[in-house]
């Protein structure tokens, strides 16, 4: 089974990179946040045109977003809200097997790290803790897959300067803490880690802001494949397709692929 995680940045924008990413890895199930785009202007013929005939859309106008679109039929789906707000940031399907998928599109937070002083990170600490409490409650023996753009660069190496990012959203100790925290809750295994030593830089997200991304690849990673235990030895292969990134009209994210039994 395949399976590709990615913030695609506007799907009706960027259909037709989807349909190469398709092309070019013939996932199983594909993970989408940040689709913009509410439910009933969802492009449900162009993505079953692709080849996946089920589909989990949980979208709103303009912003924000997640879809799970799958060549294997869904036992159960279910689209969820969180914090009290009607932003469509989290989705679920039961897949053959009793395979539960759950995809995230955690908060940004802006860009003052003060949950005192911007309402944007306050948001994104409250996601991170209803996260928590979530999976805590509901553990189980179920074999589980956590994926989505978690809005965190967790390890050292997840990002471009460890030392100068410390205070910059999405790699600040306080959002370190709060998601090694989901790890630990839902006993997850970082996917992509699995493969690749903590000590090797990698990213899955580059600024439009950079005038040159590829020379000074200020990268971090924050596309992120978890999952139980159960699963590990499954585990096949996984990359992170960082030539995304120089398509034309390109998502600041890159697809993250993963491969298992």
Not at 83 to 111: E, M, T, W
Not at 122 to 138: C, I, P, T, V
Not at 157 to 183: C, R
Request: glycine share 4%; with cysteine.
């Amino acid at each position: 089974m395949r399976l590709v995680t990615w913030n695609i940045n506007s799907l009706r924008l960027r259909l037709p990179l989807l349909q190469r990413l398709v092309q070019e890895e013939q996932p199983d199930v594909i993970c989408l946040q940040e689709i913009k785009v509410q439910d009933s202007e969802f492009p449900e013929e162009g993505v079953k045109s692709l080849g996946y005939p089920h589909v989990l859309r949980h979208g709103m106008k303009g912003y924000n977003g997640v879809a799970i679109l799958s060549r294997l039929e869904f036992l159960a789906k279910d689209p969820q809200n969180w914090c009290a707000k009607d932003d469509s940031r989290h989705g679920r399907v039961i897949l053959p097997g009793d395979l539960d998928l759950q995809n995230f599109y955690v908060p940004a937070g802006g860009d003052i790290p003060d949950a005192k002083k911007n309402v944007k990170f306050a948001h994104k600490l409250q996601f991170l803790d209803e996260m928590n409490a979530y999976f805590r409650k509901r553990r189980t023996k179920q074999k589980s897959i956590m994926v989505g753009d978690l809005n965190i660069a967790p390890l050292e190496h997840d990002v471009w300067s460890h030392k100068q990012l410390l205070d910059v959203v999405s790699h600040t100790p306080i959002e370190v803490e709060k998601l090694t925290s989901i790890k630990k809750a839902g006993k997850w295994v970082d996917a992509v880690r699995h493969f690749v030593p903590e000590d090797q830089k990698l990213f899955s997200w580059w600024s439009y802001r950079s005038p040159d991304w590829t020379k000074n690849d200020r990268g971090r990673r924050l596309d992120h494949i978890w999952v139980t235990p159960d699963l590990q030895k499954s585990l096949k292969r996984a990359r992170i397709r960082k030539d995304m990134r120089a398509w034309a009209q390109p998502s600041d994210h890159v697809a993250v692929v993963l491969d298992f039994d």
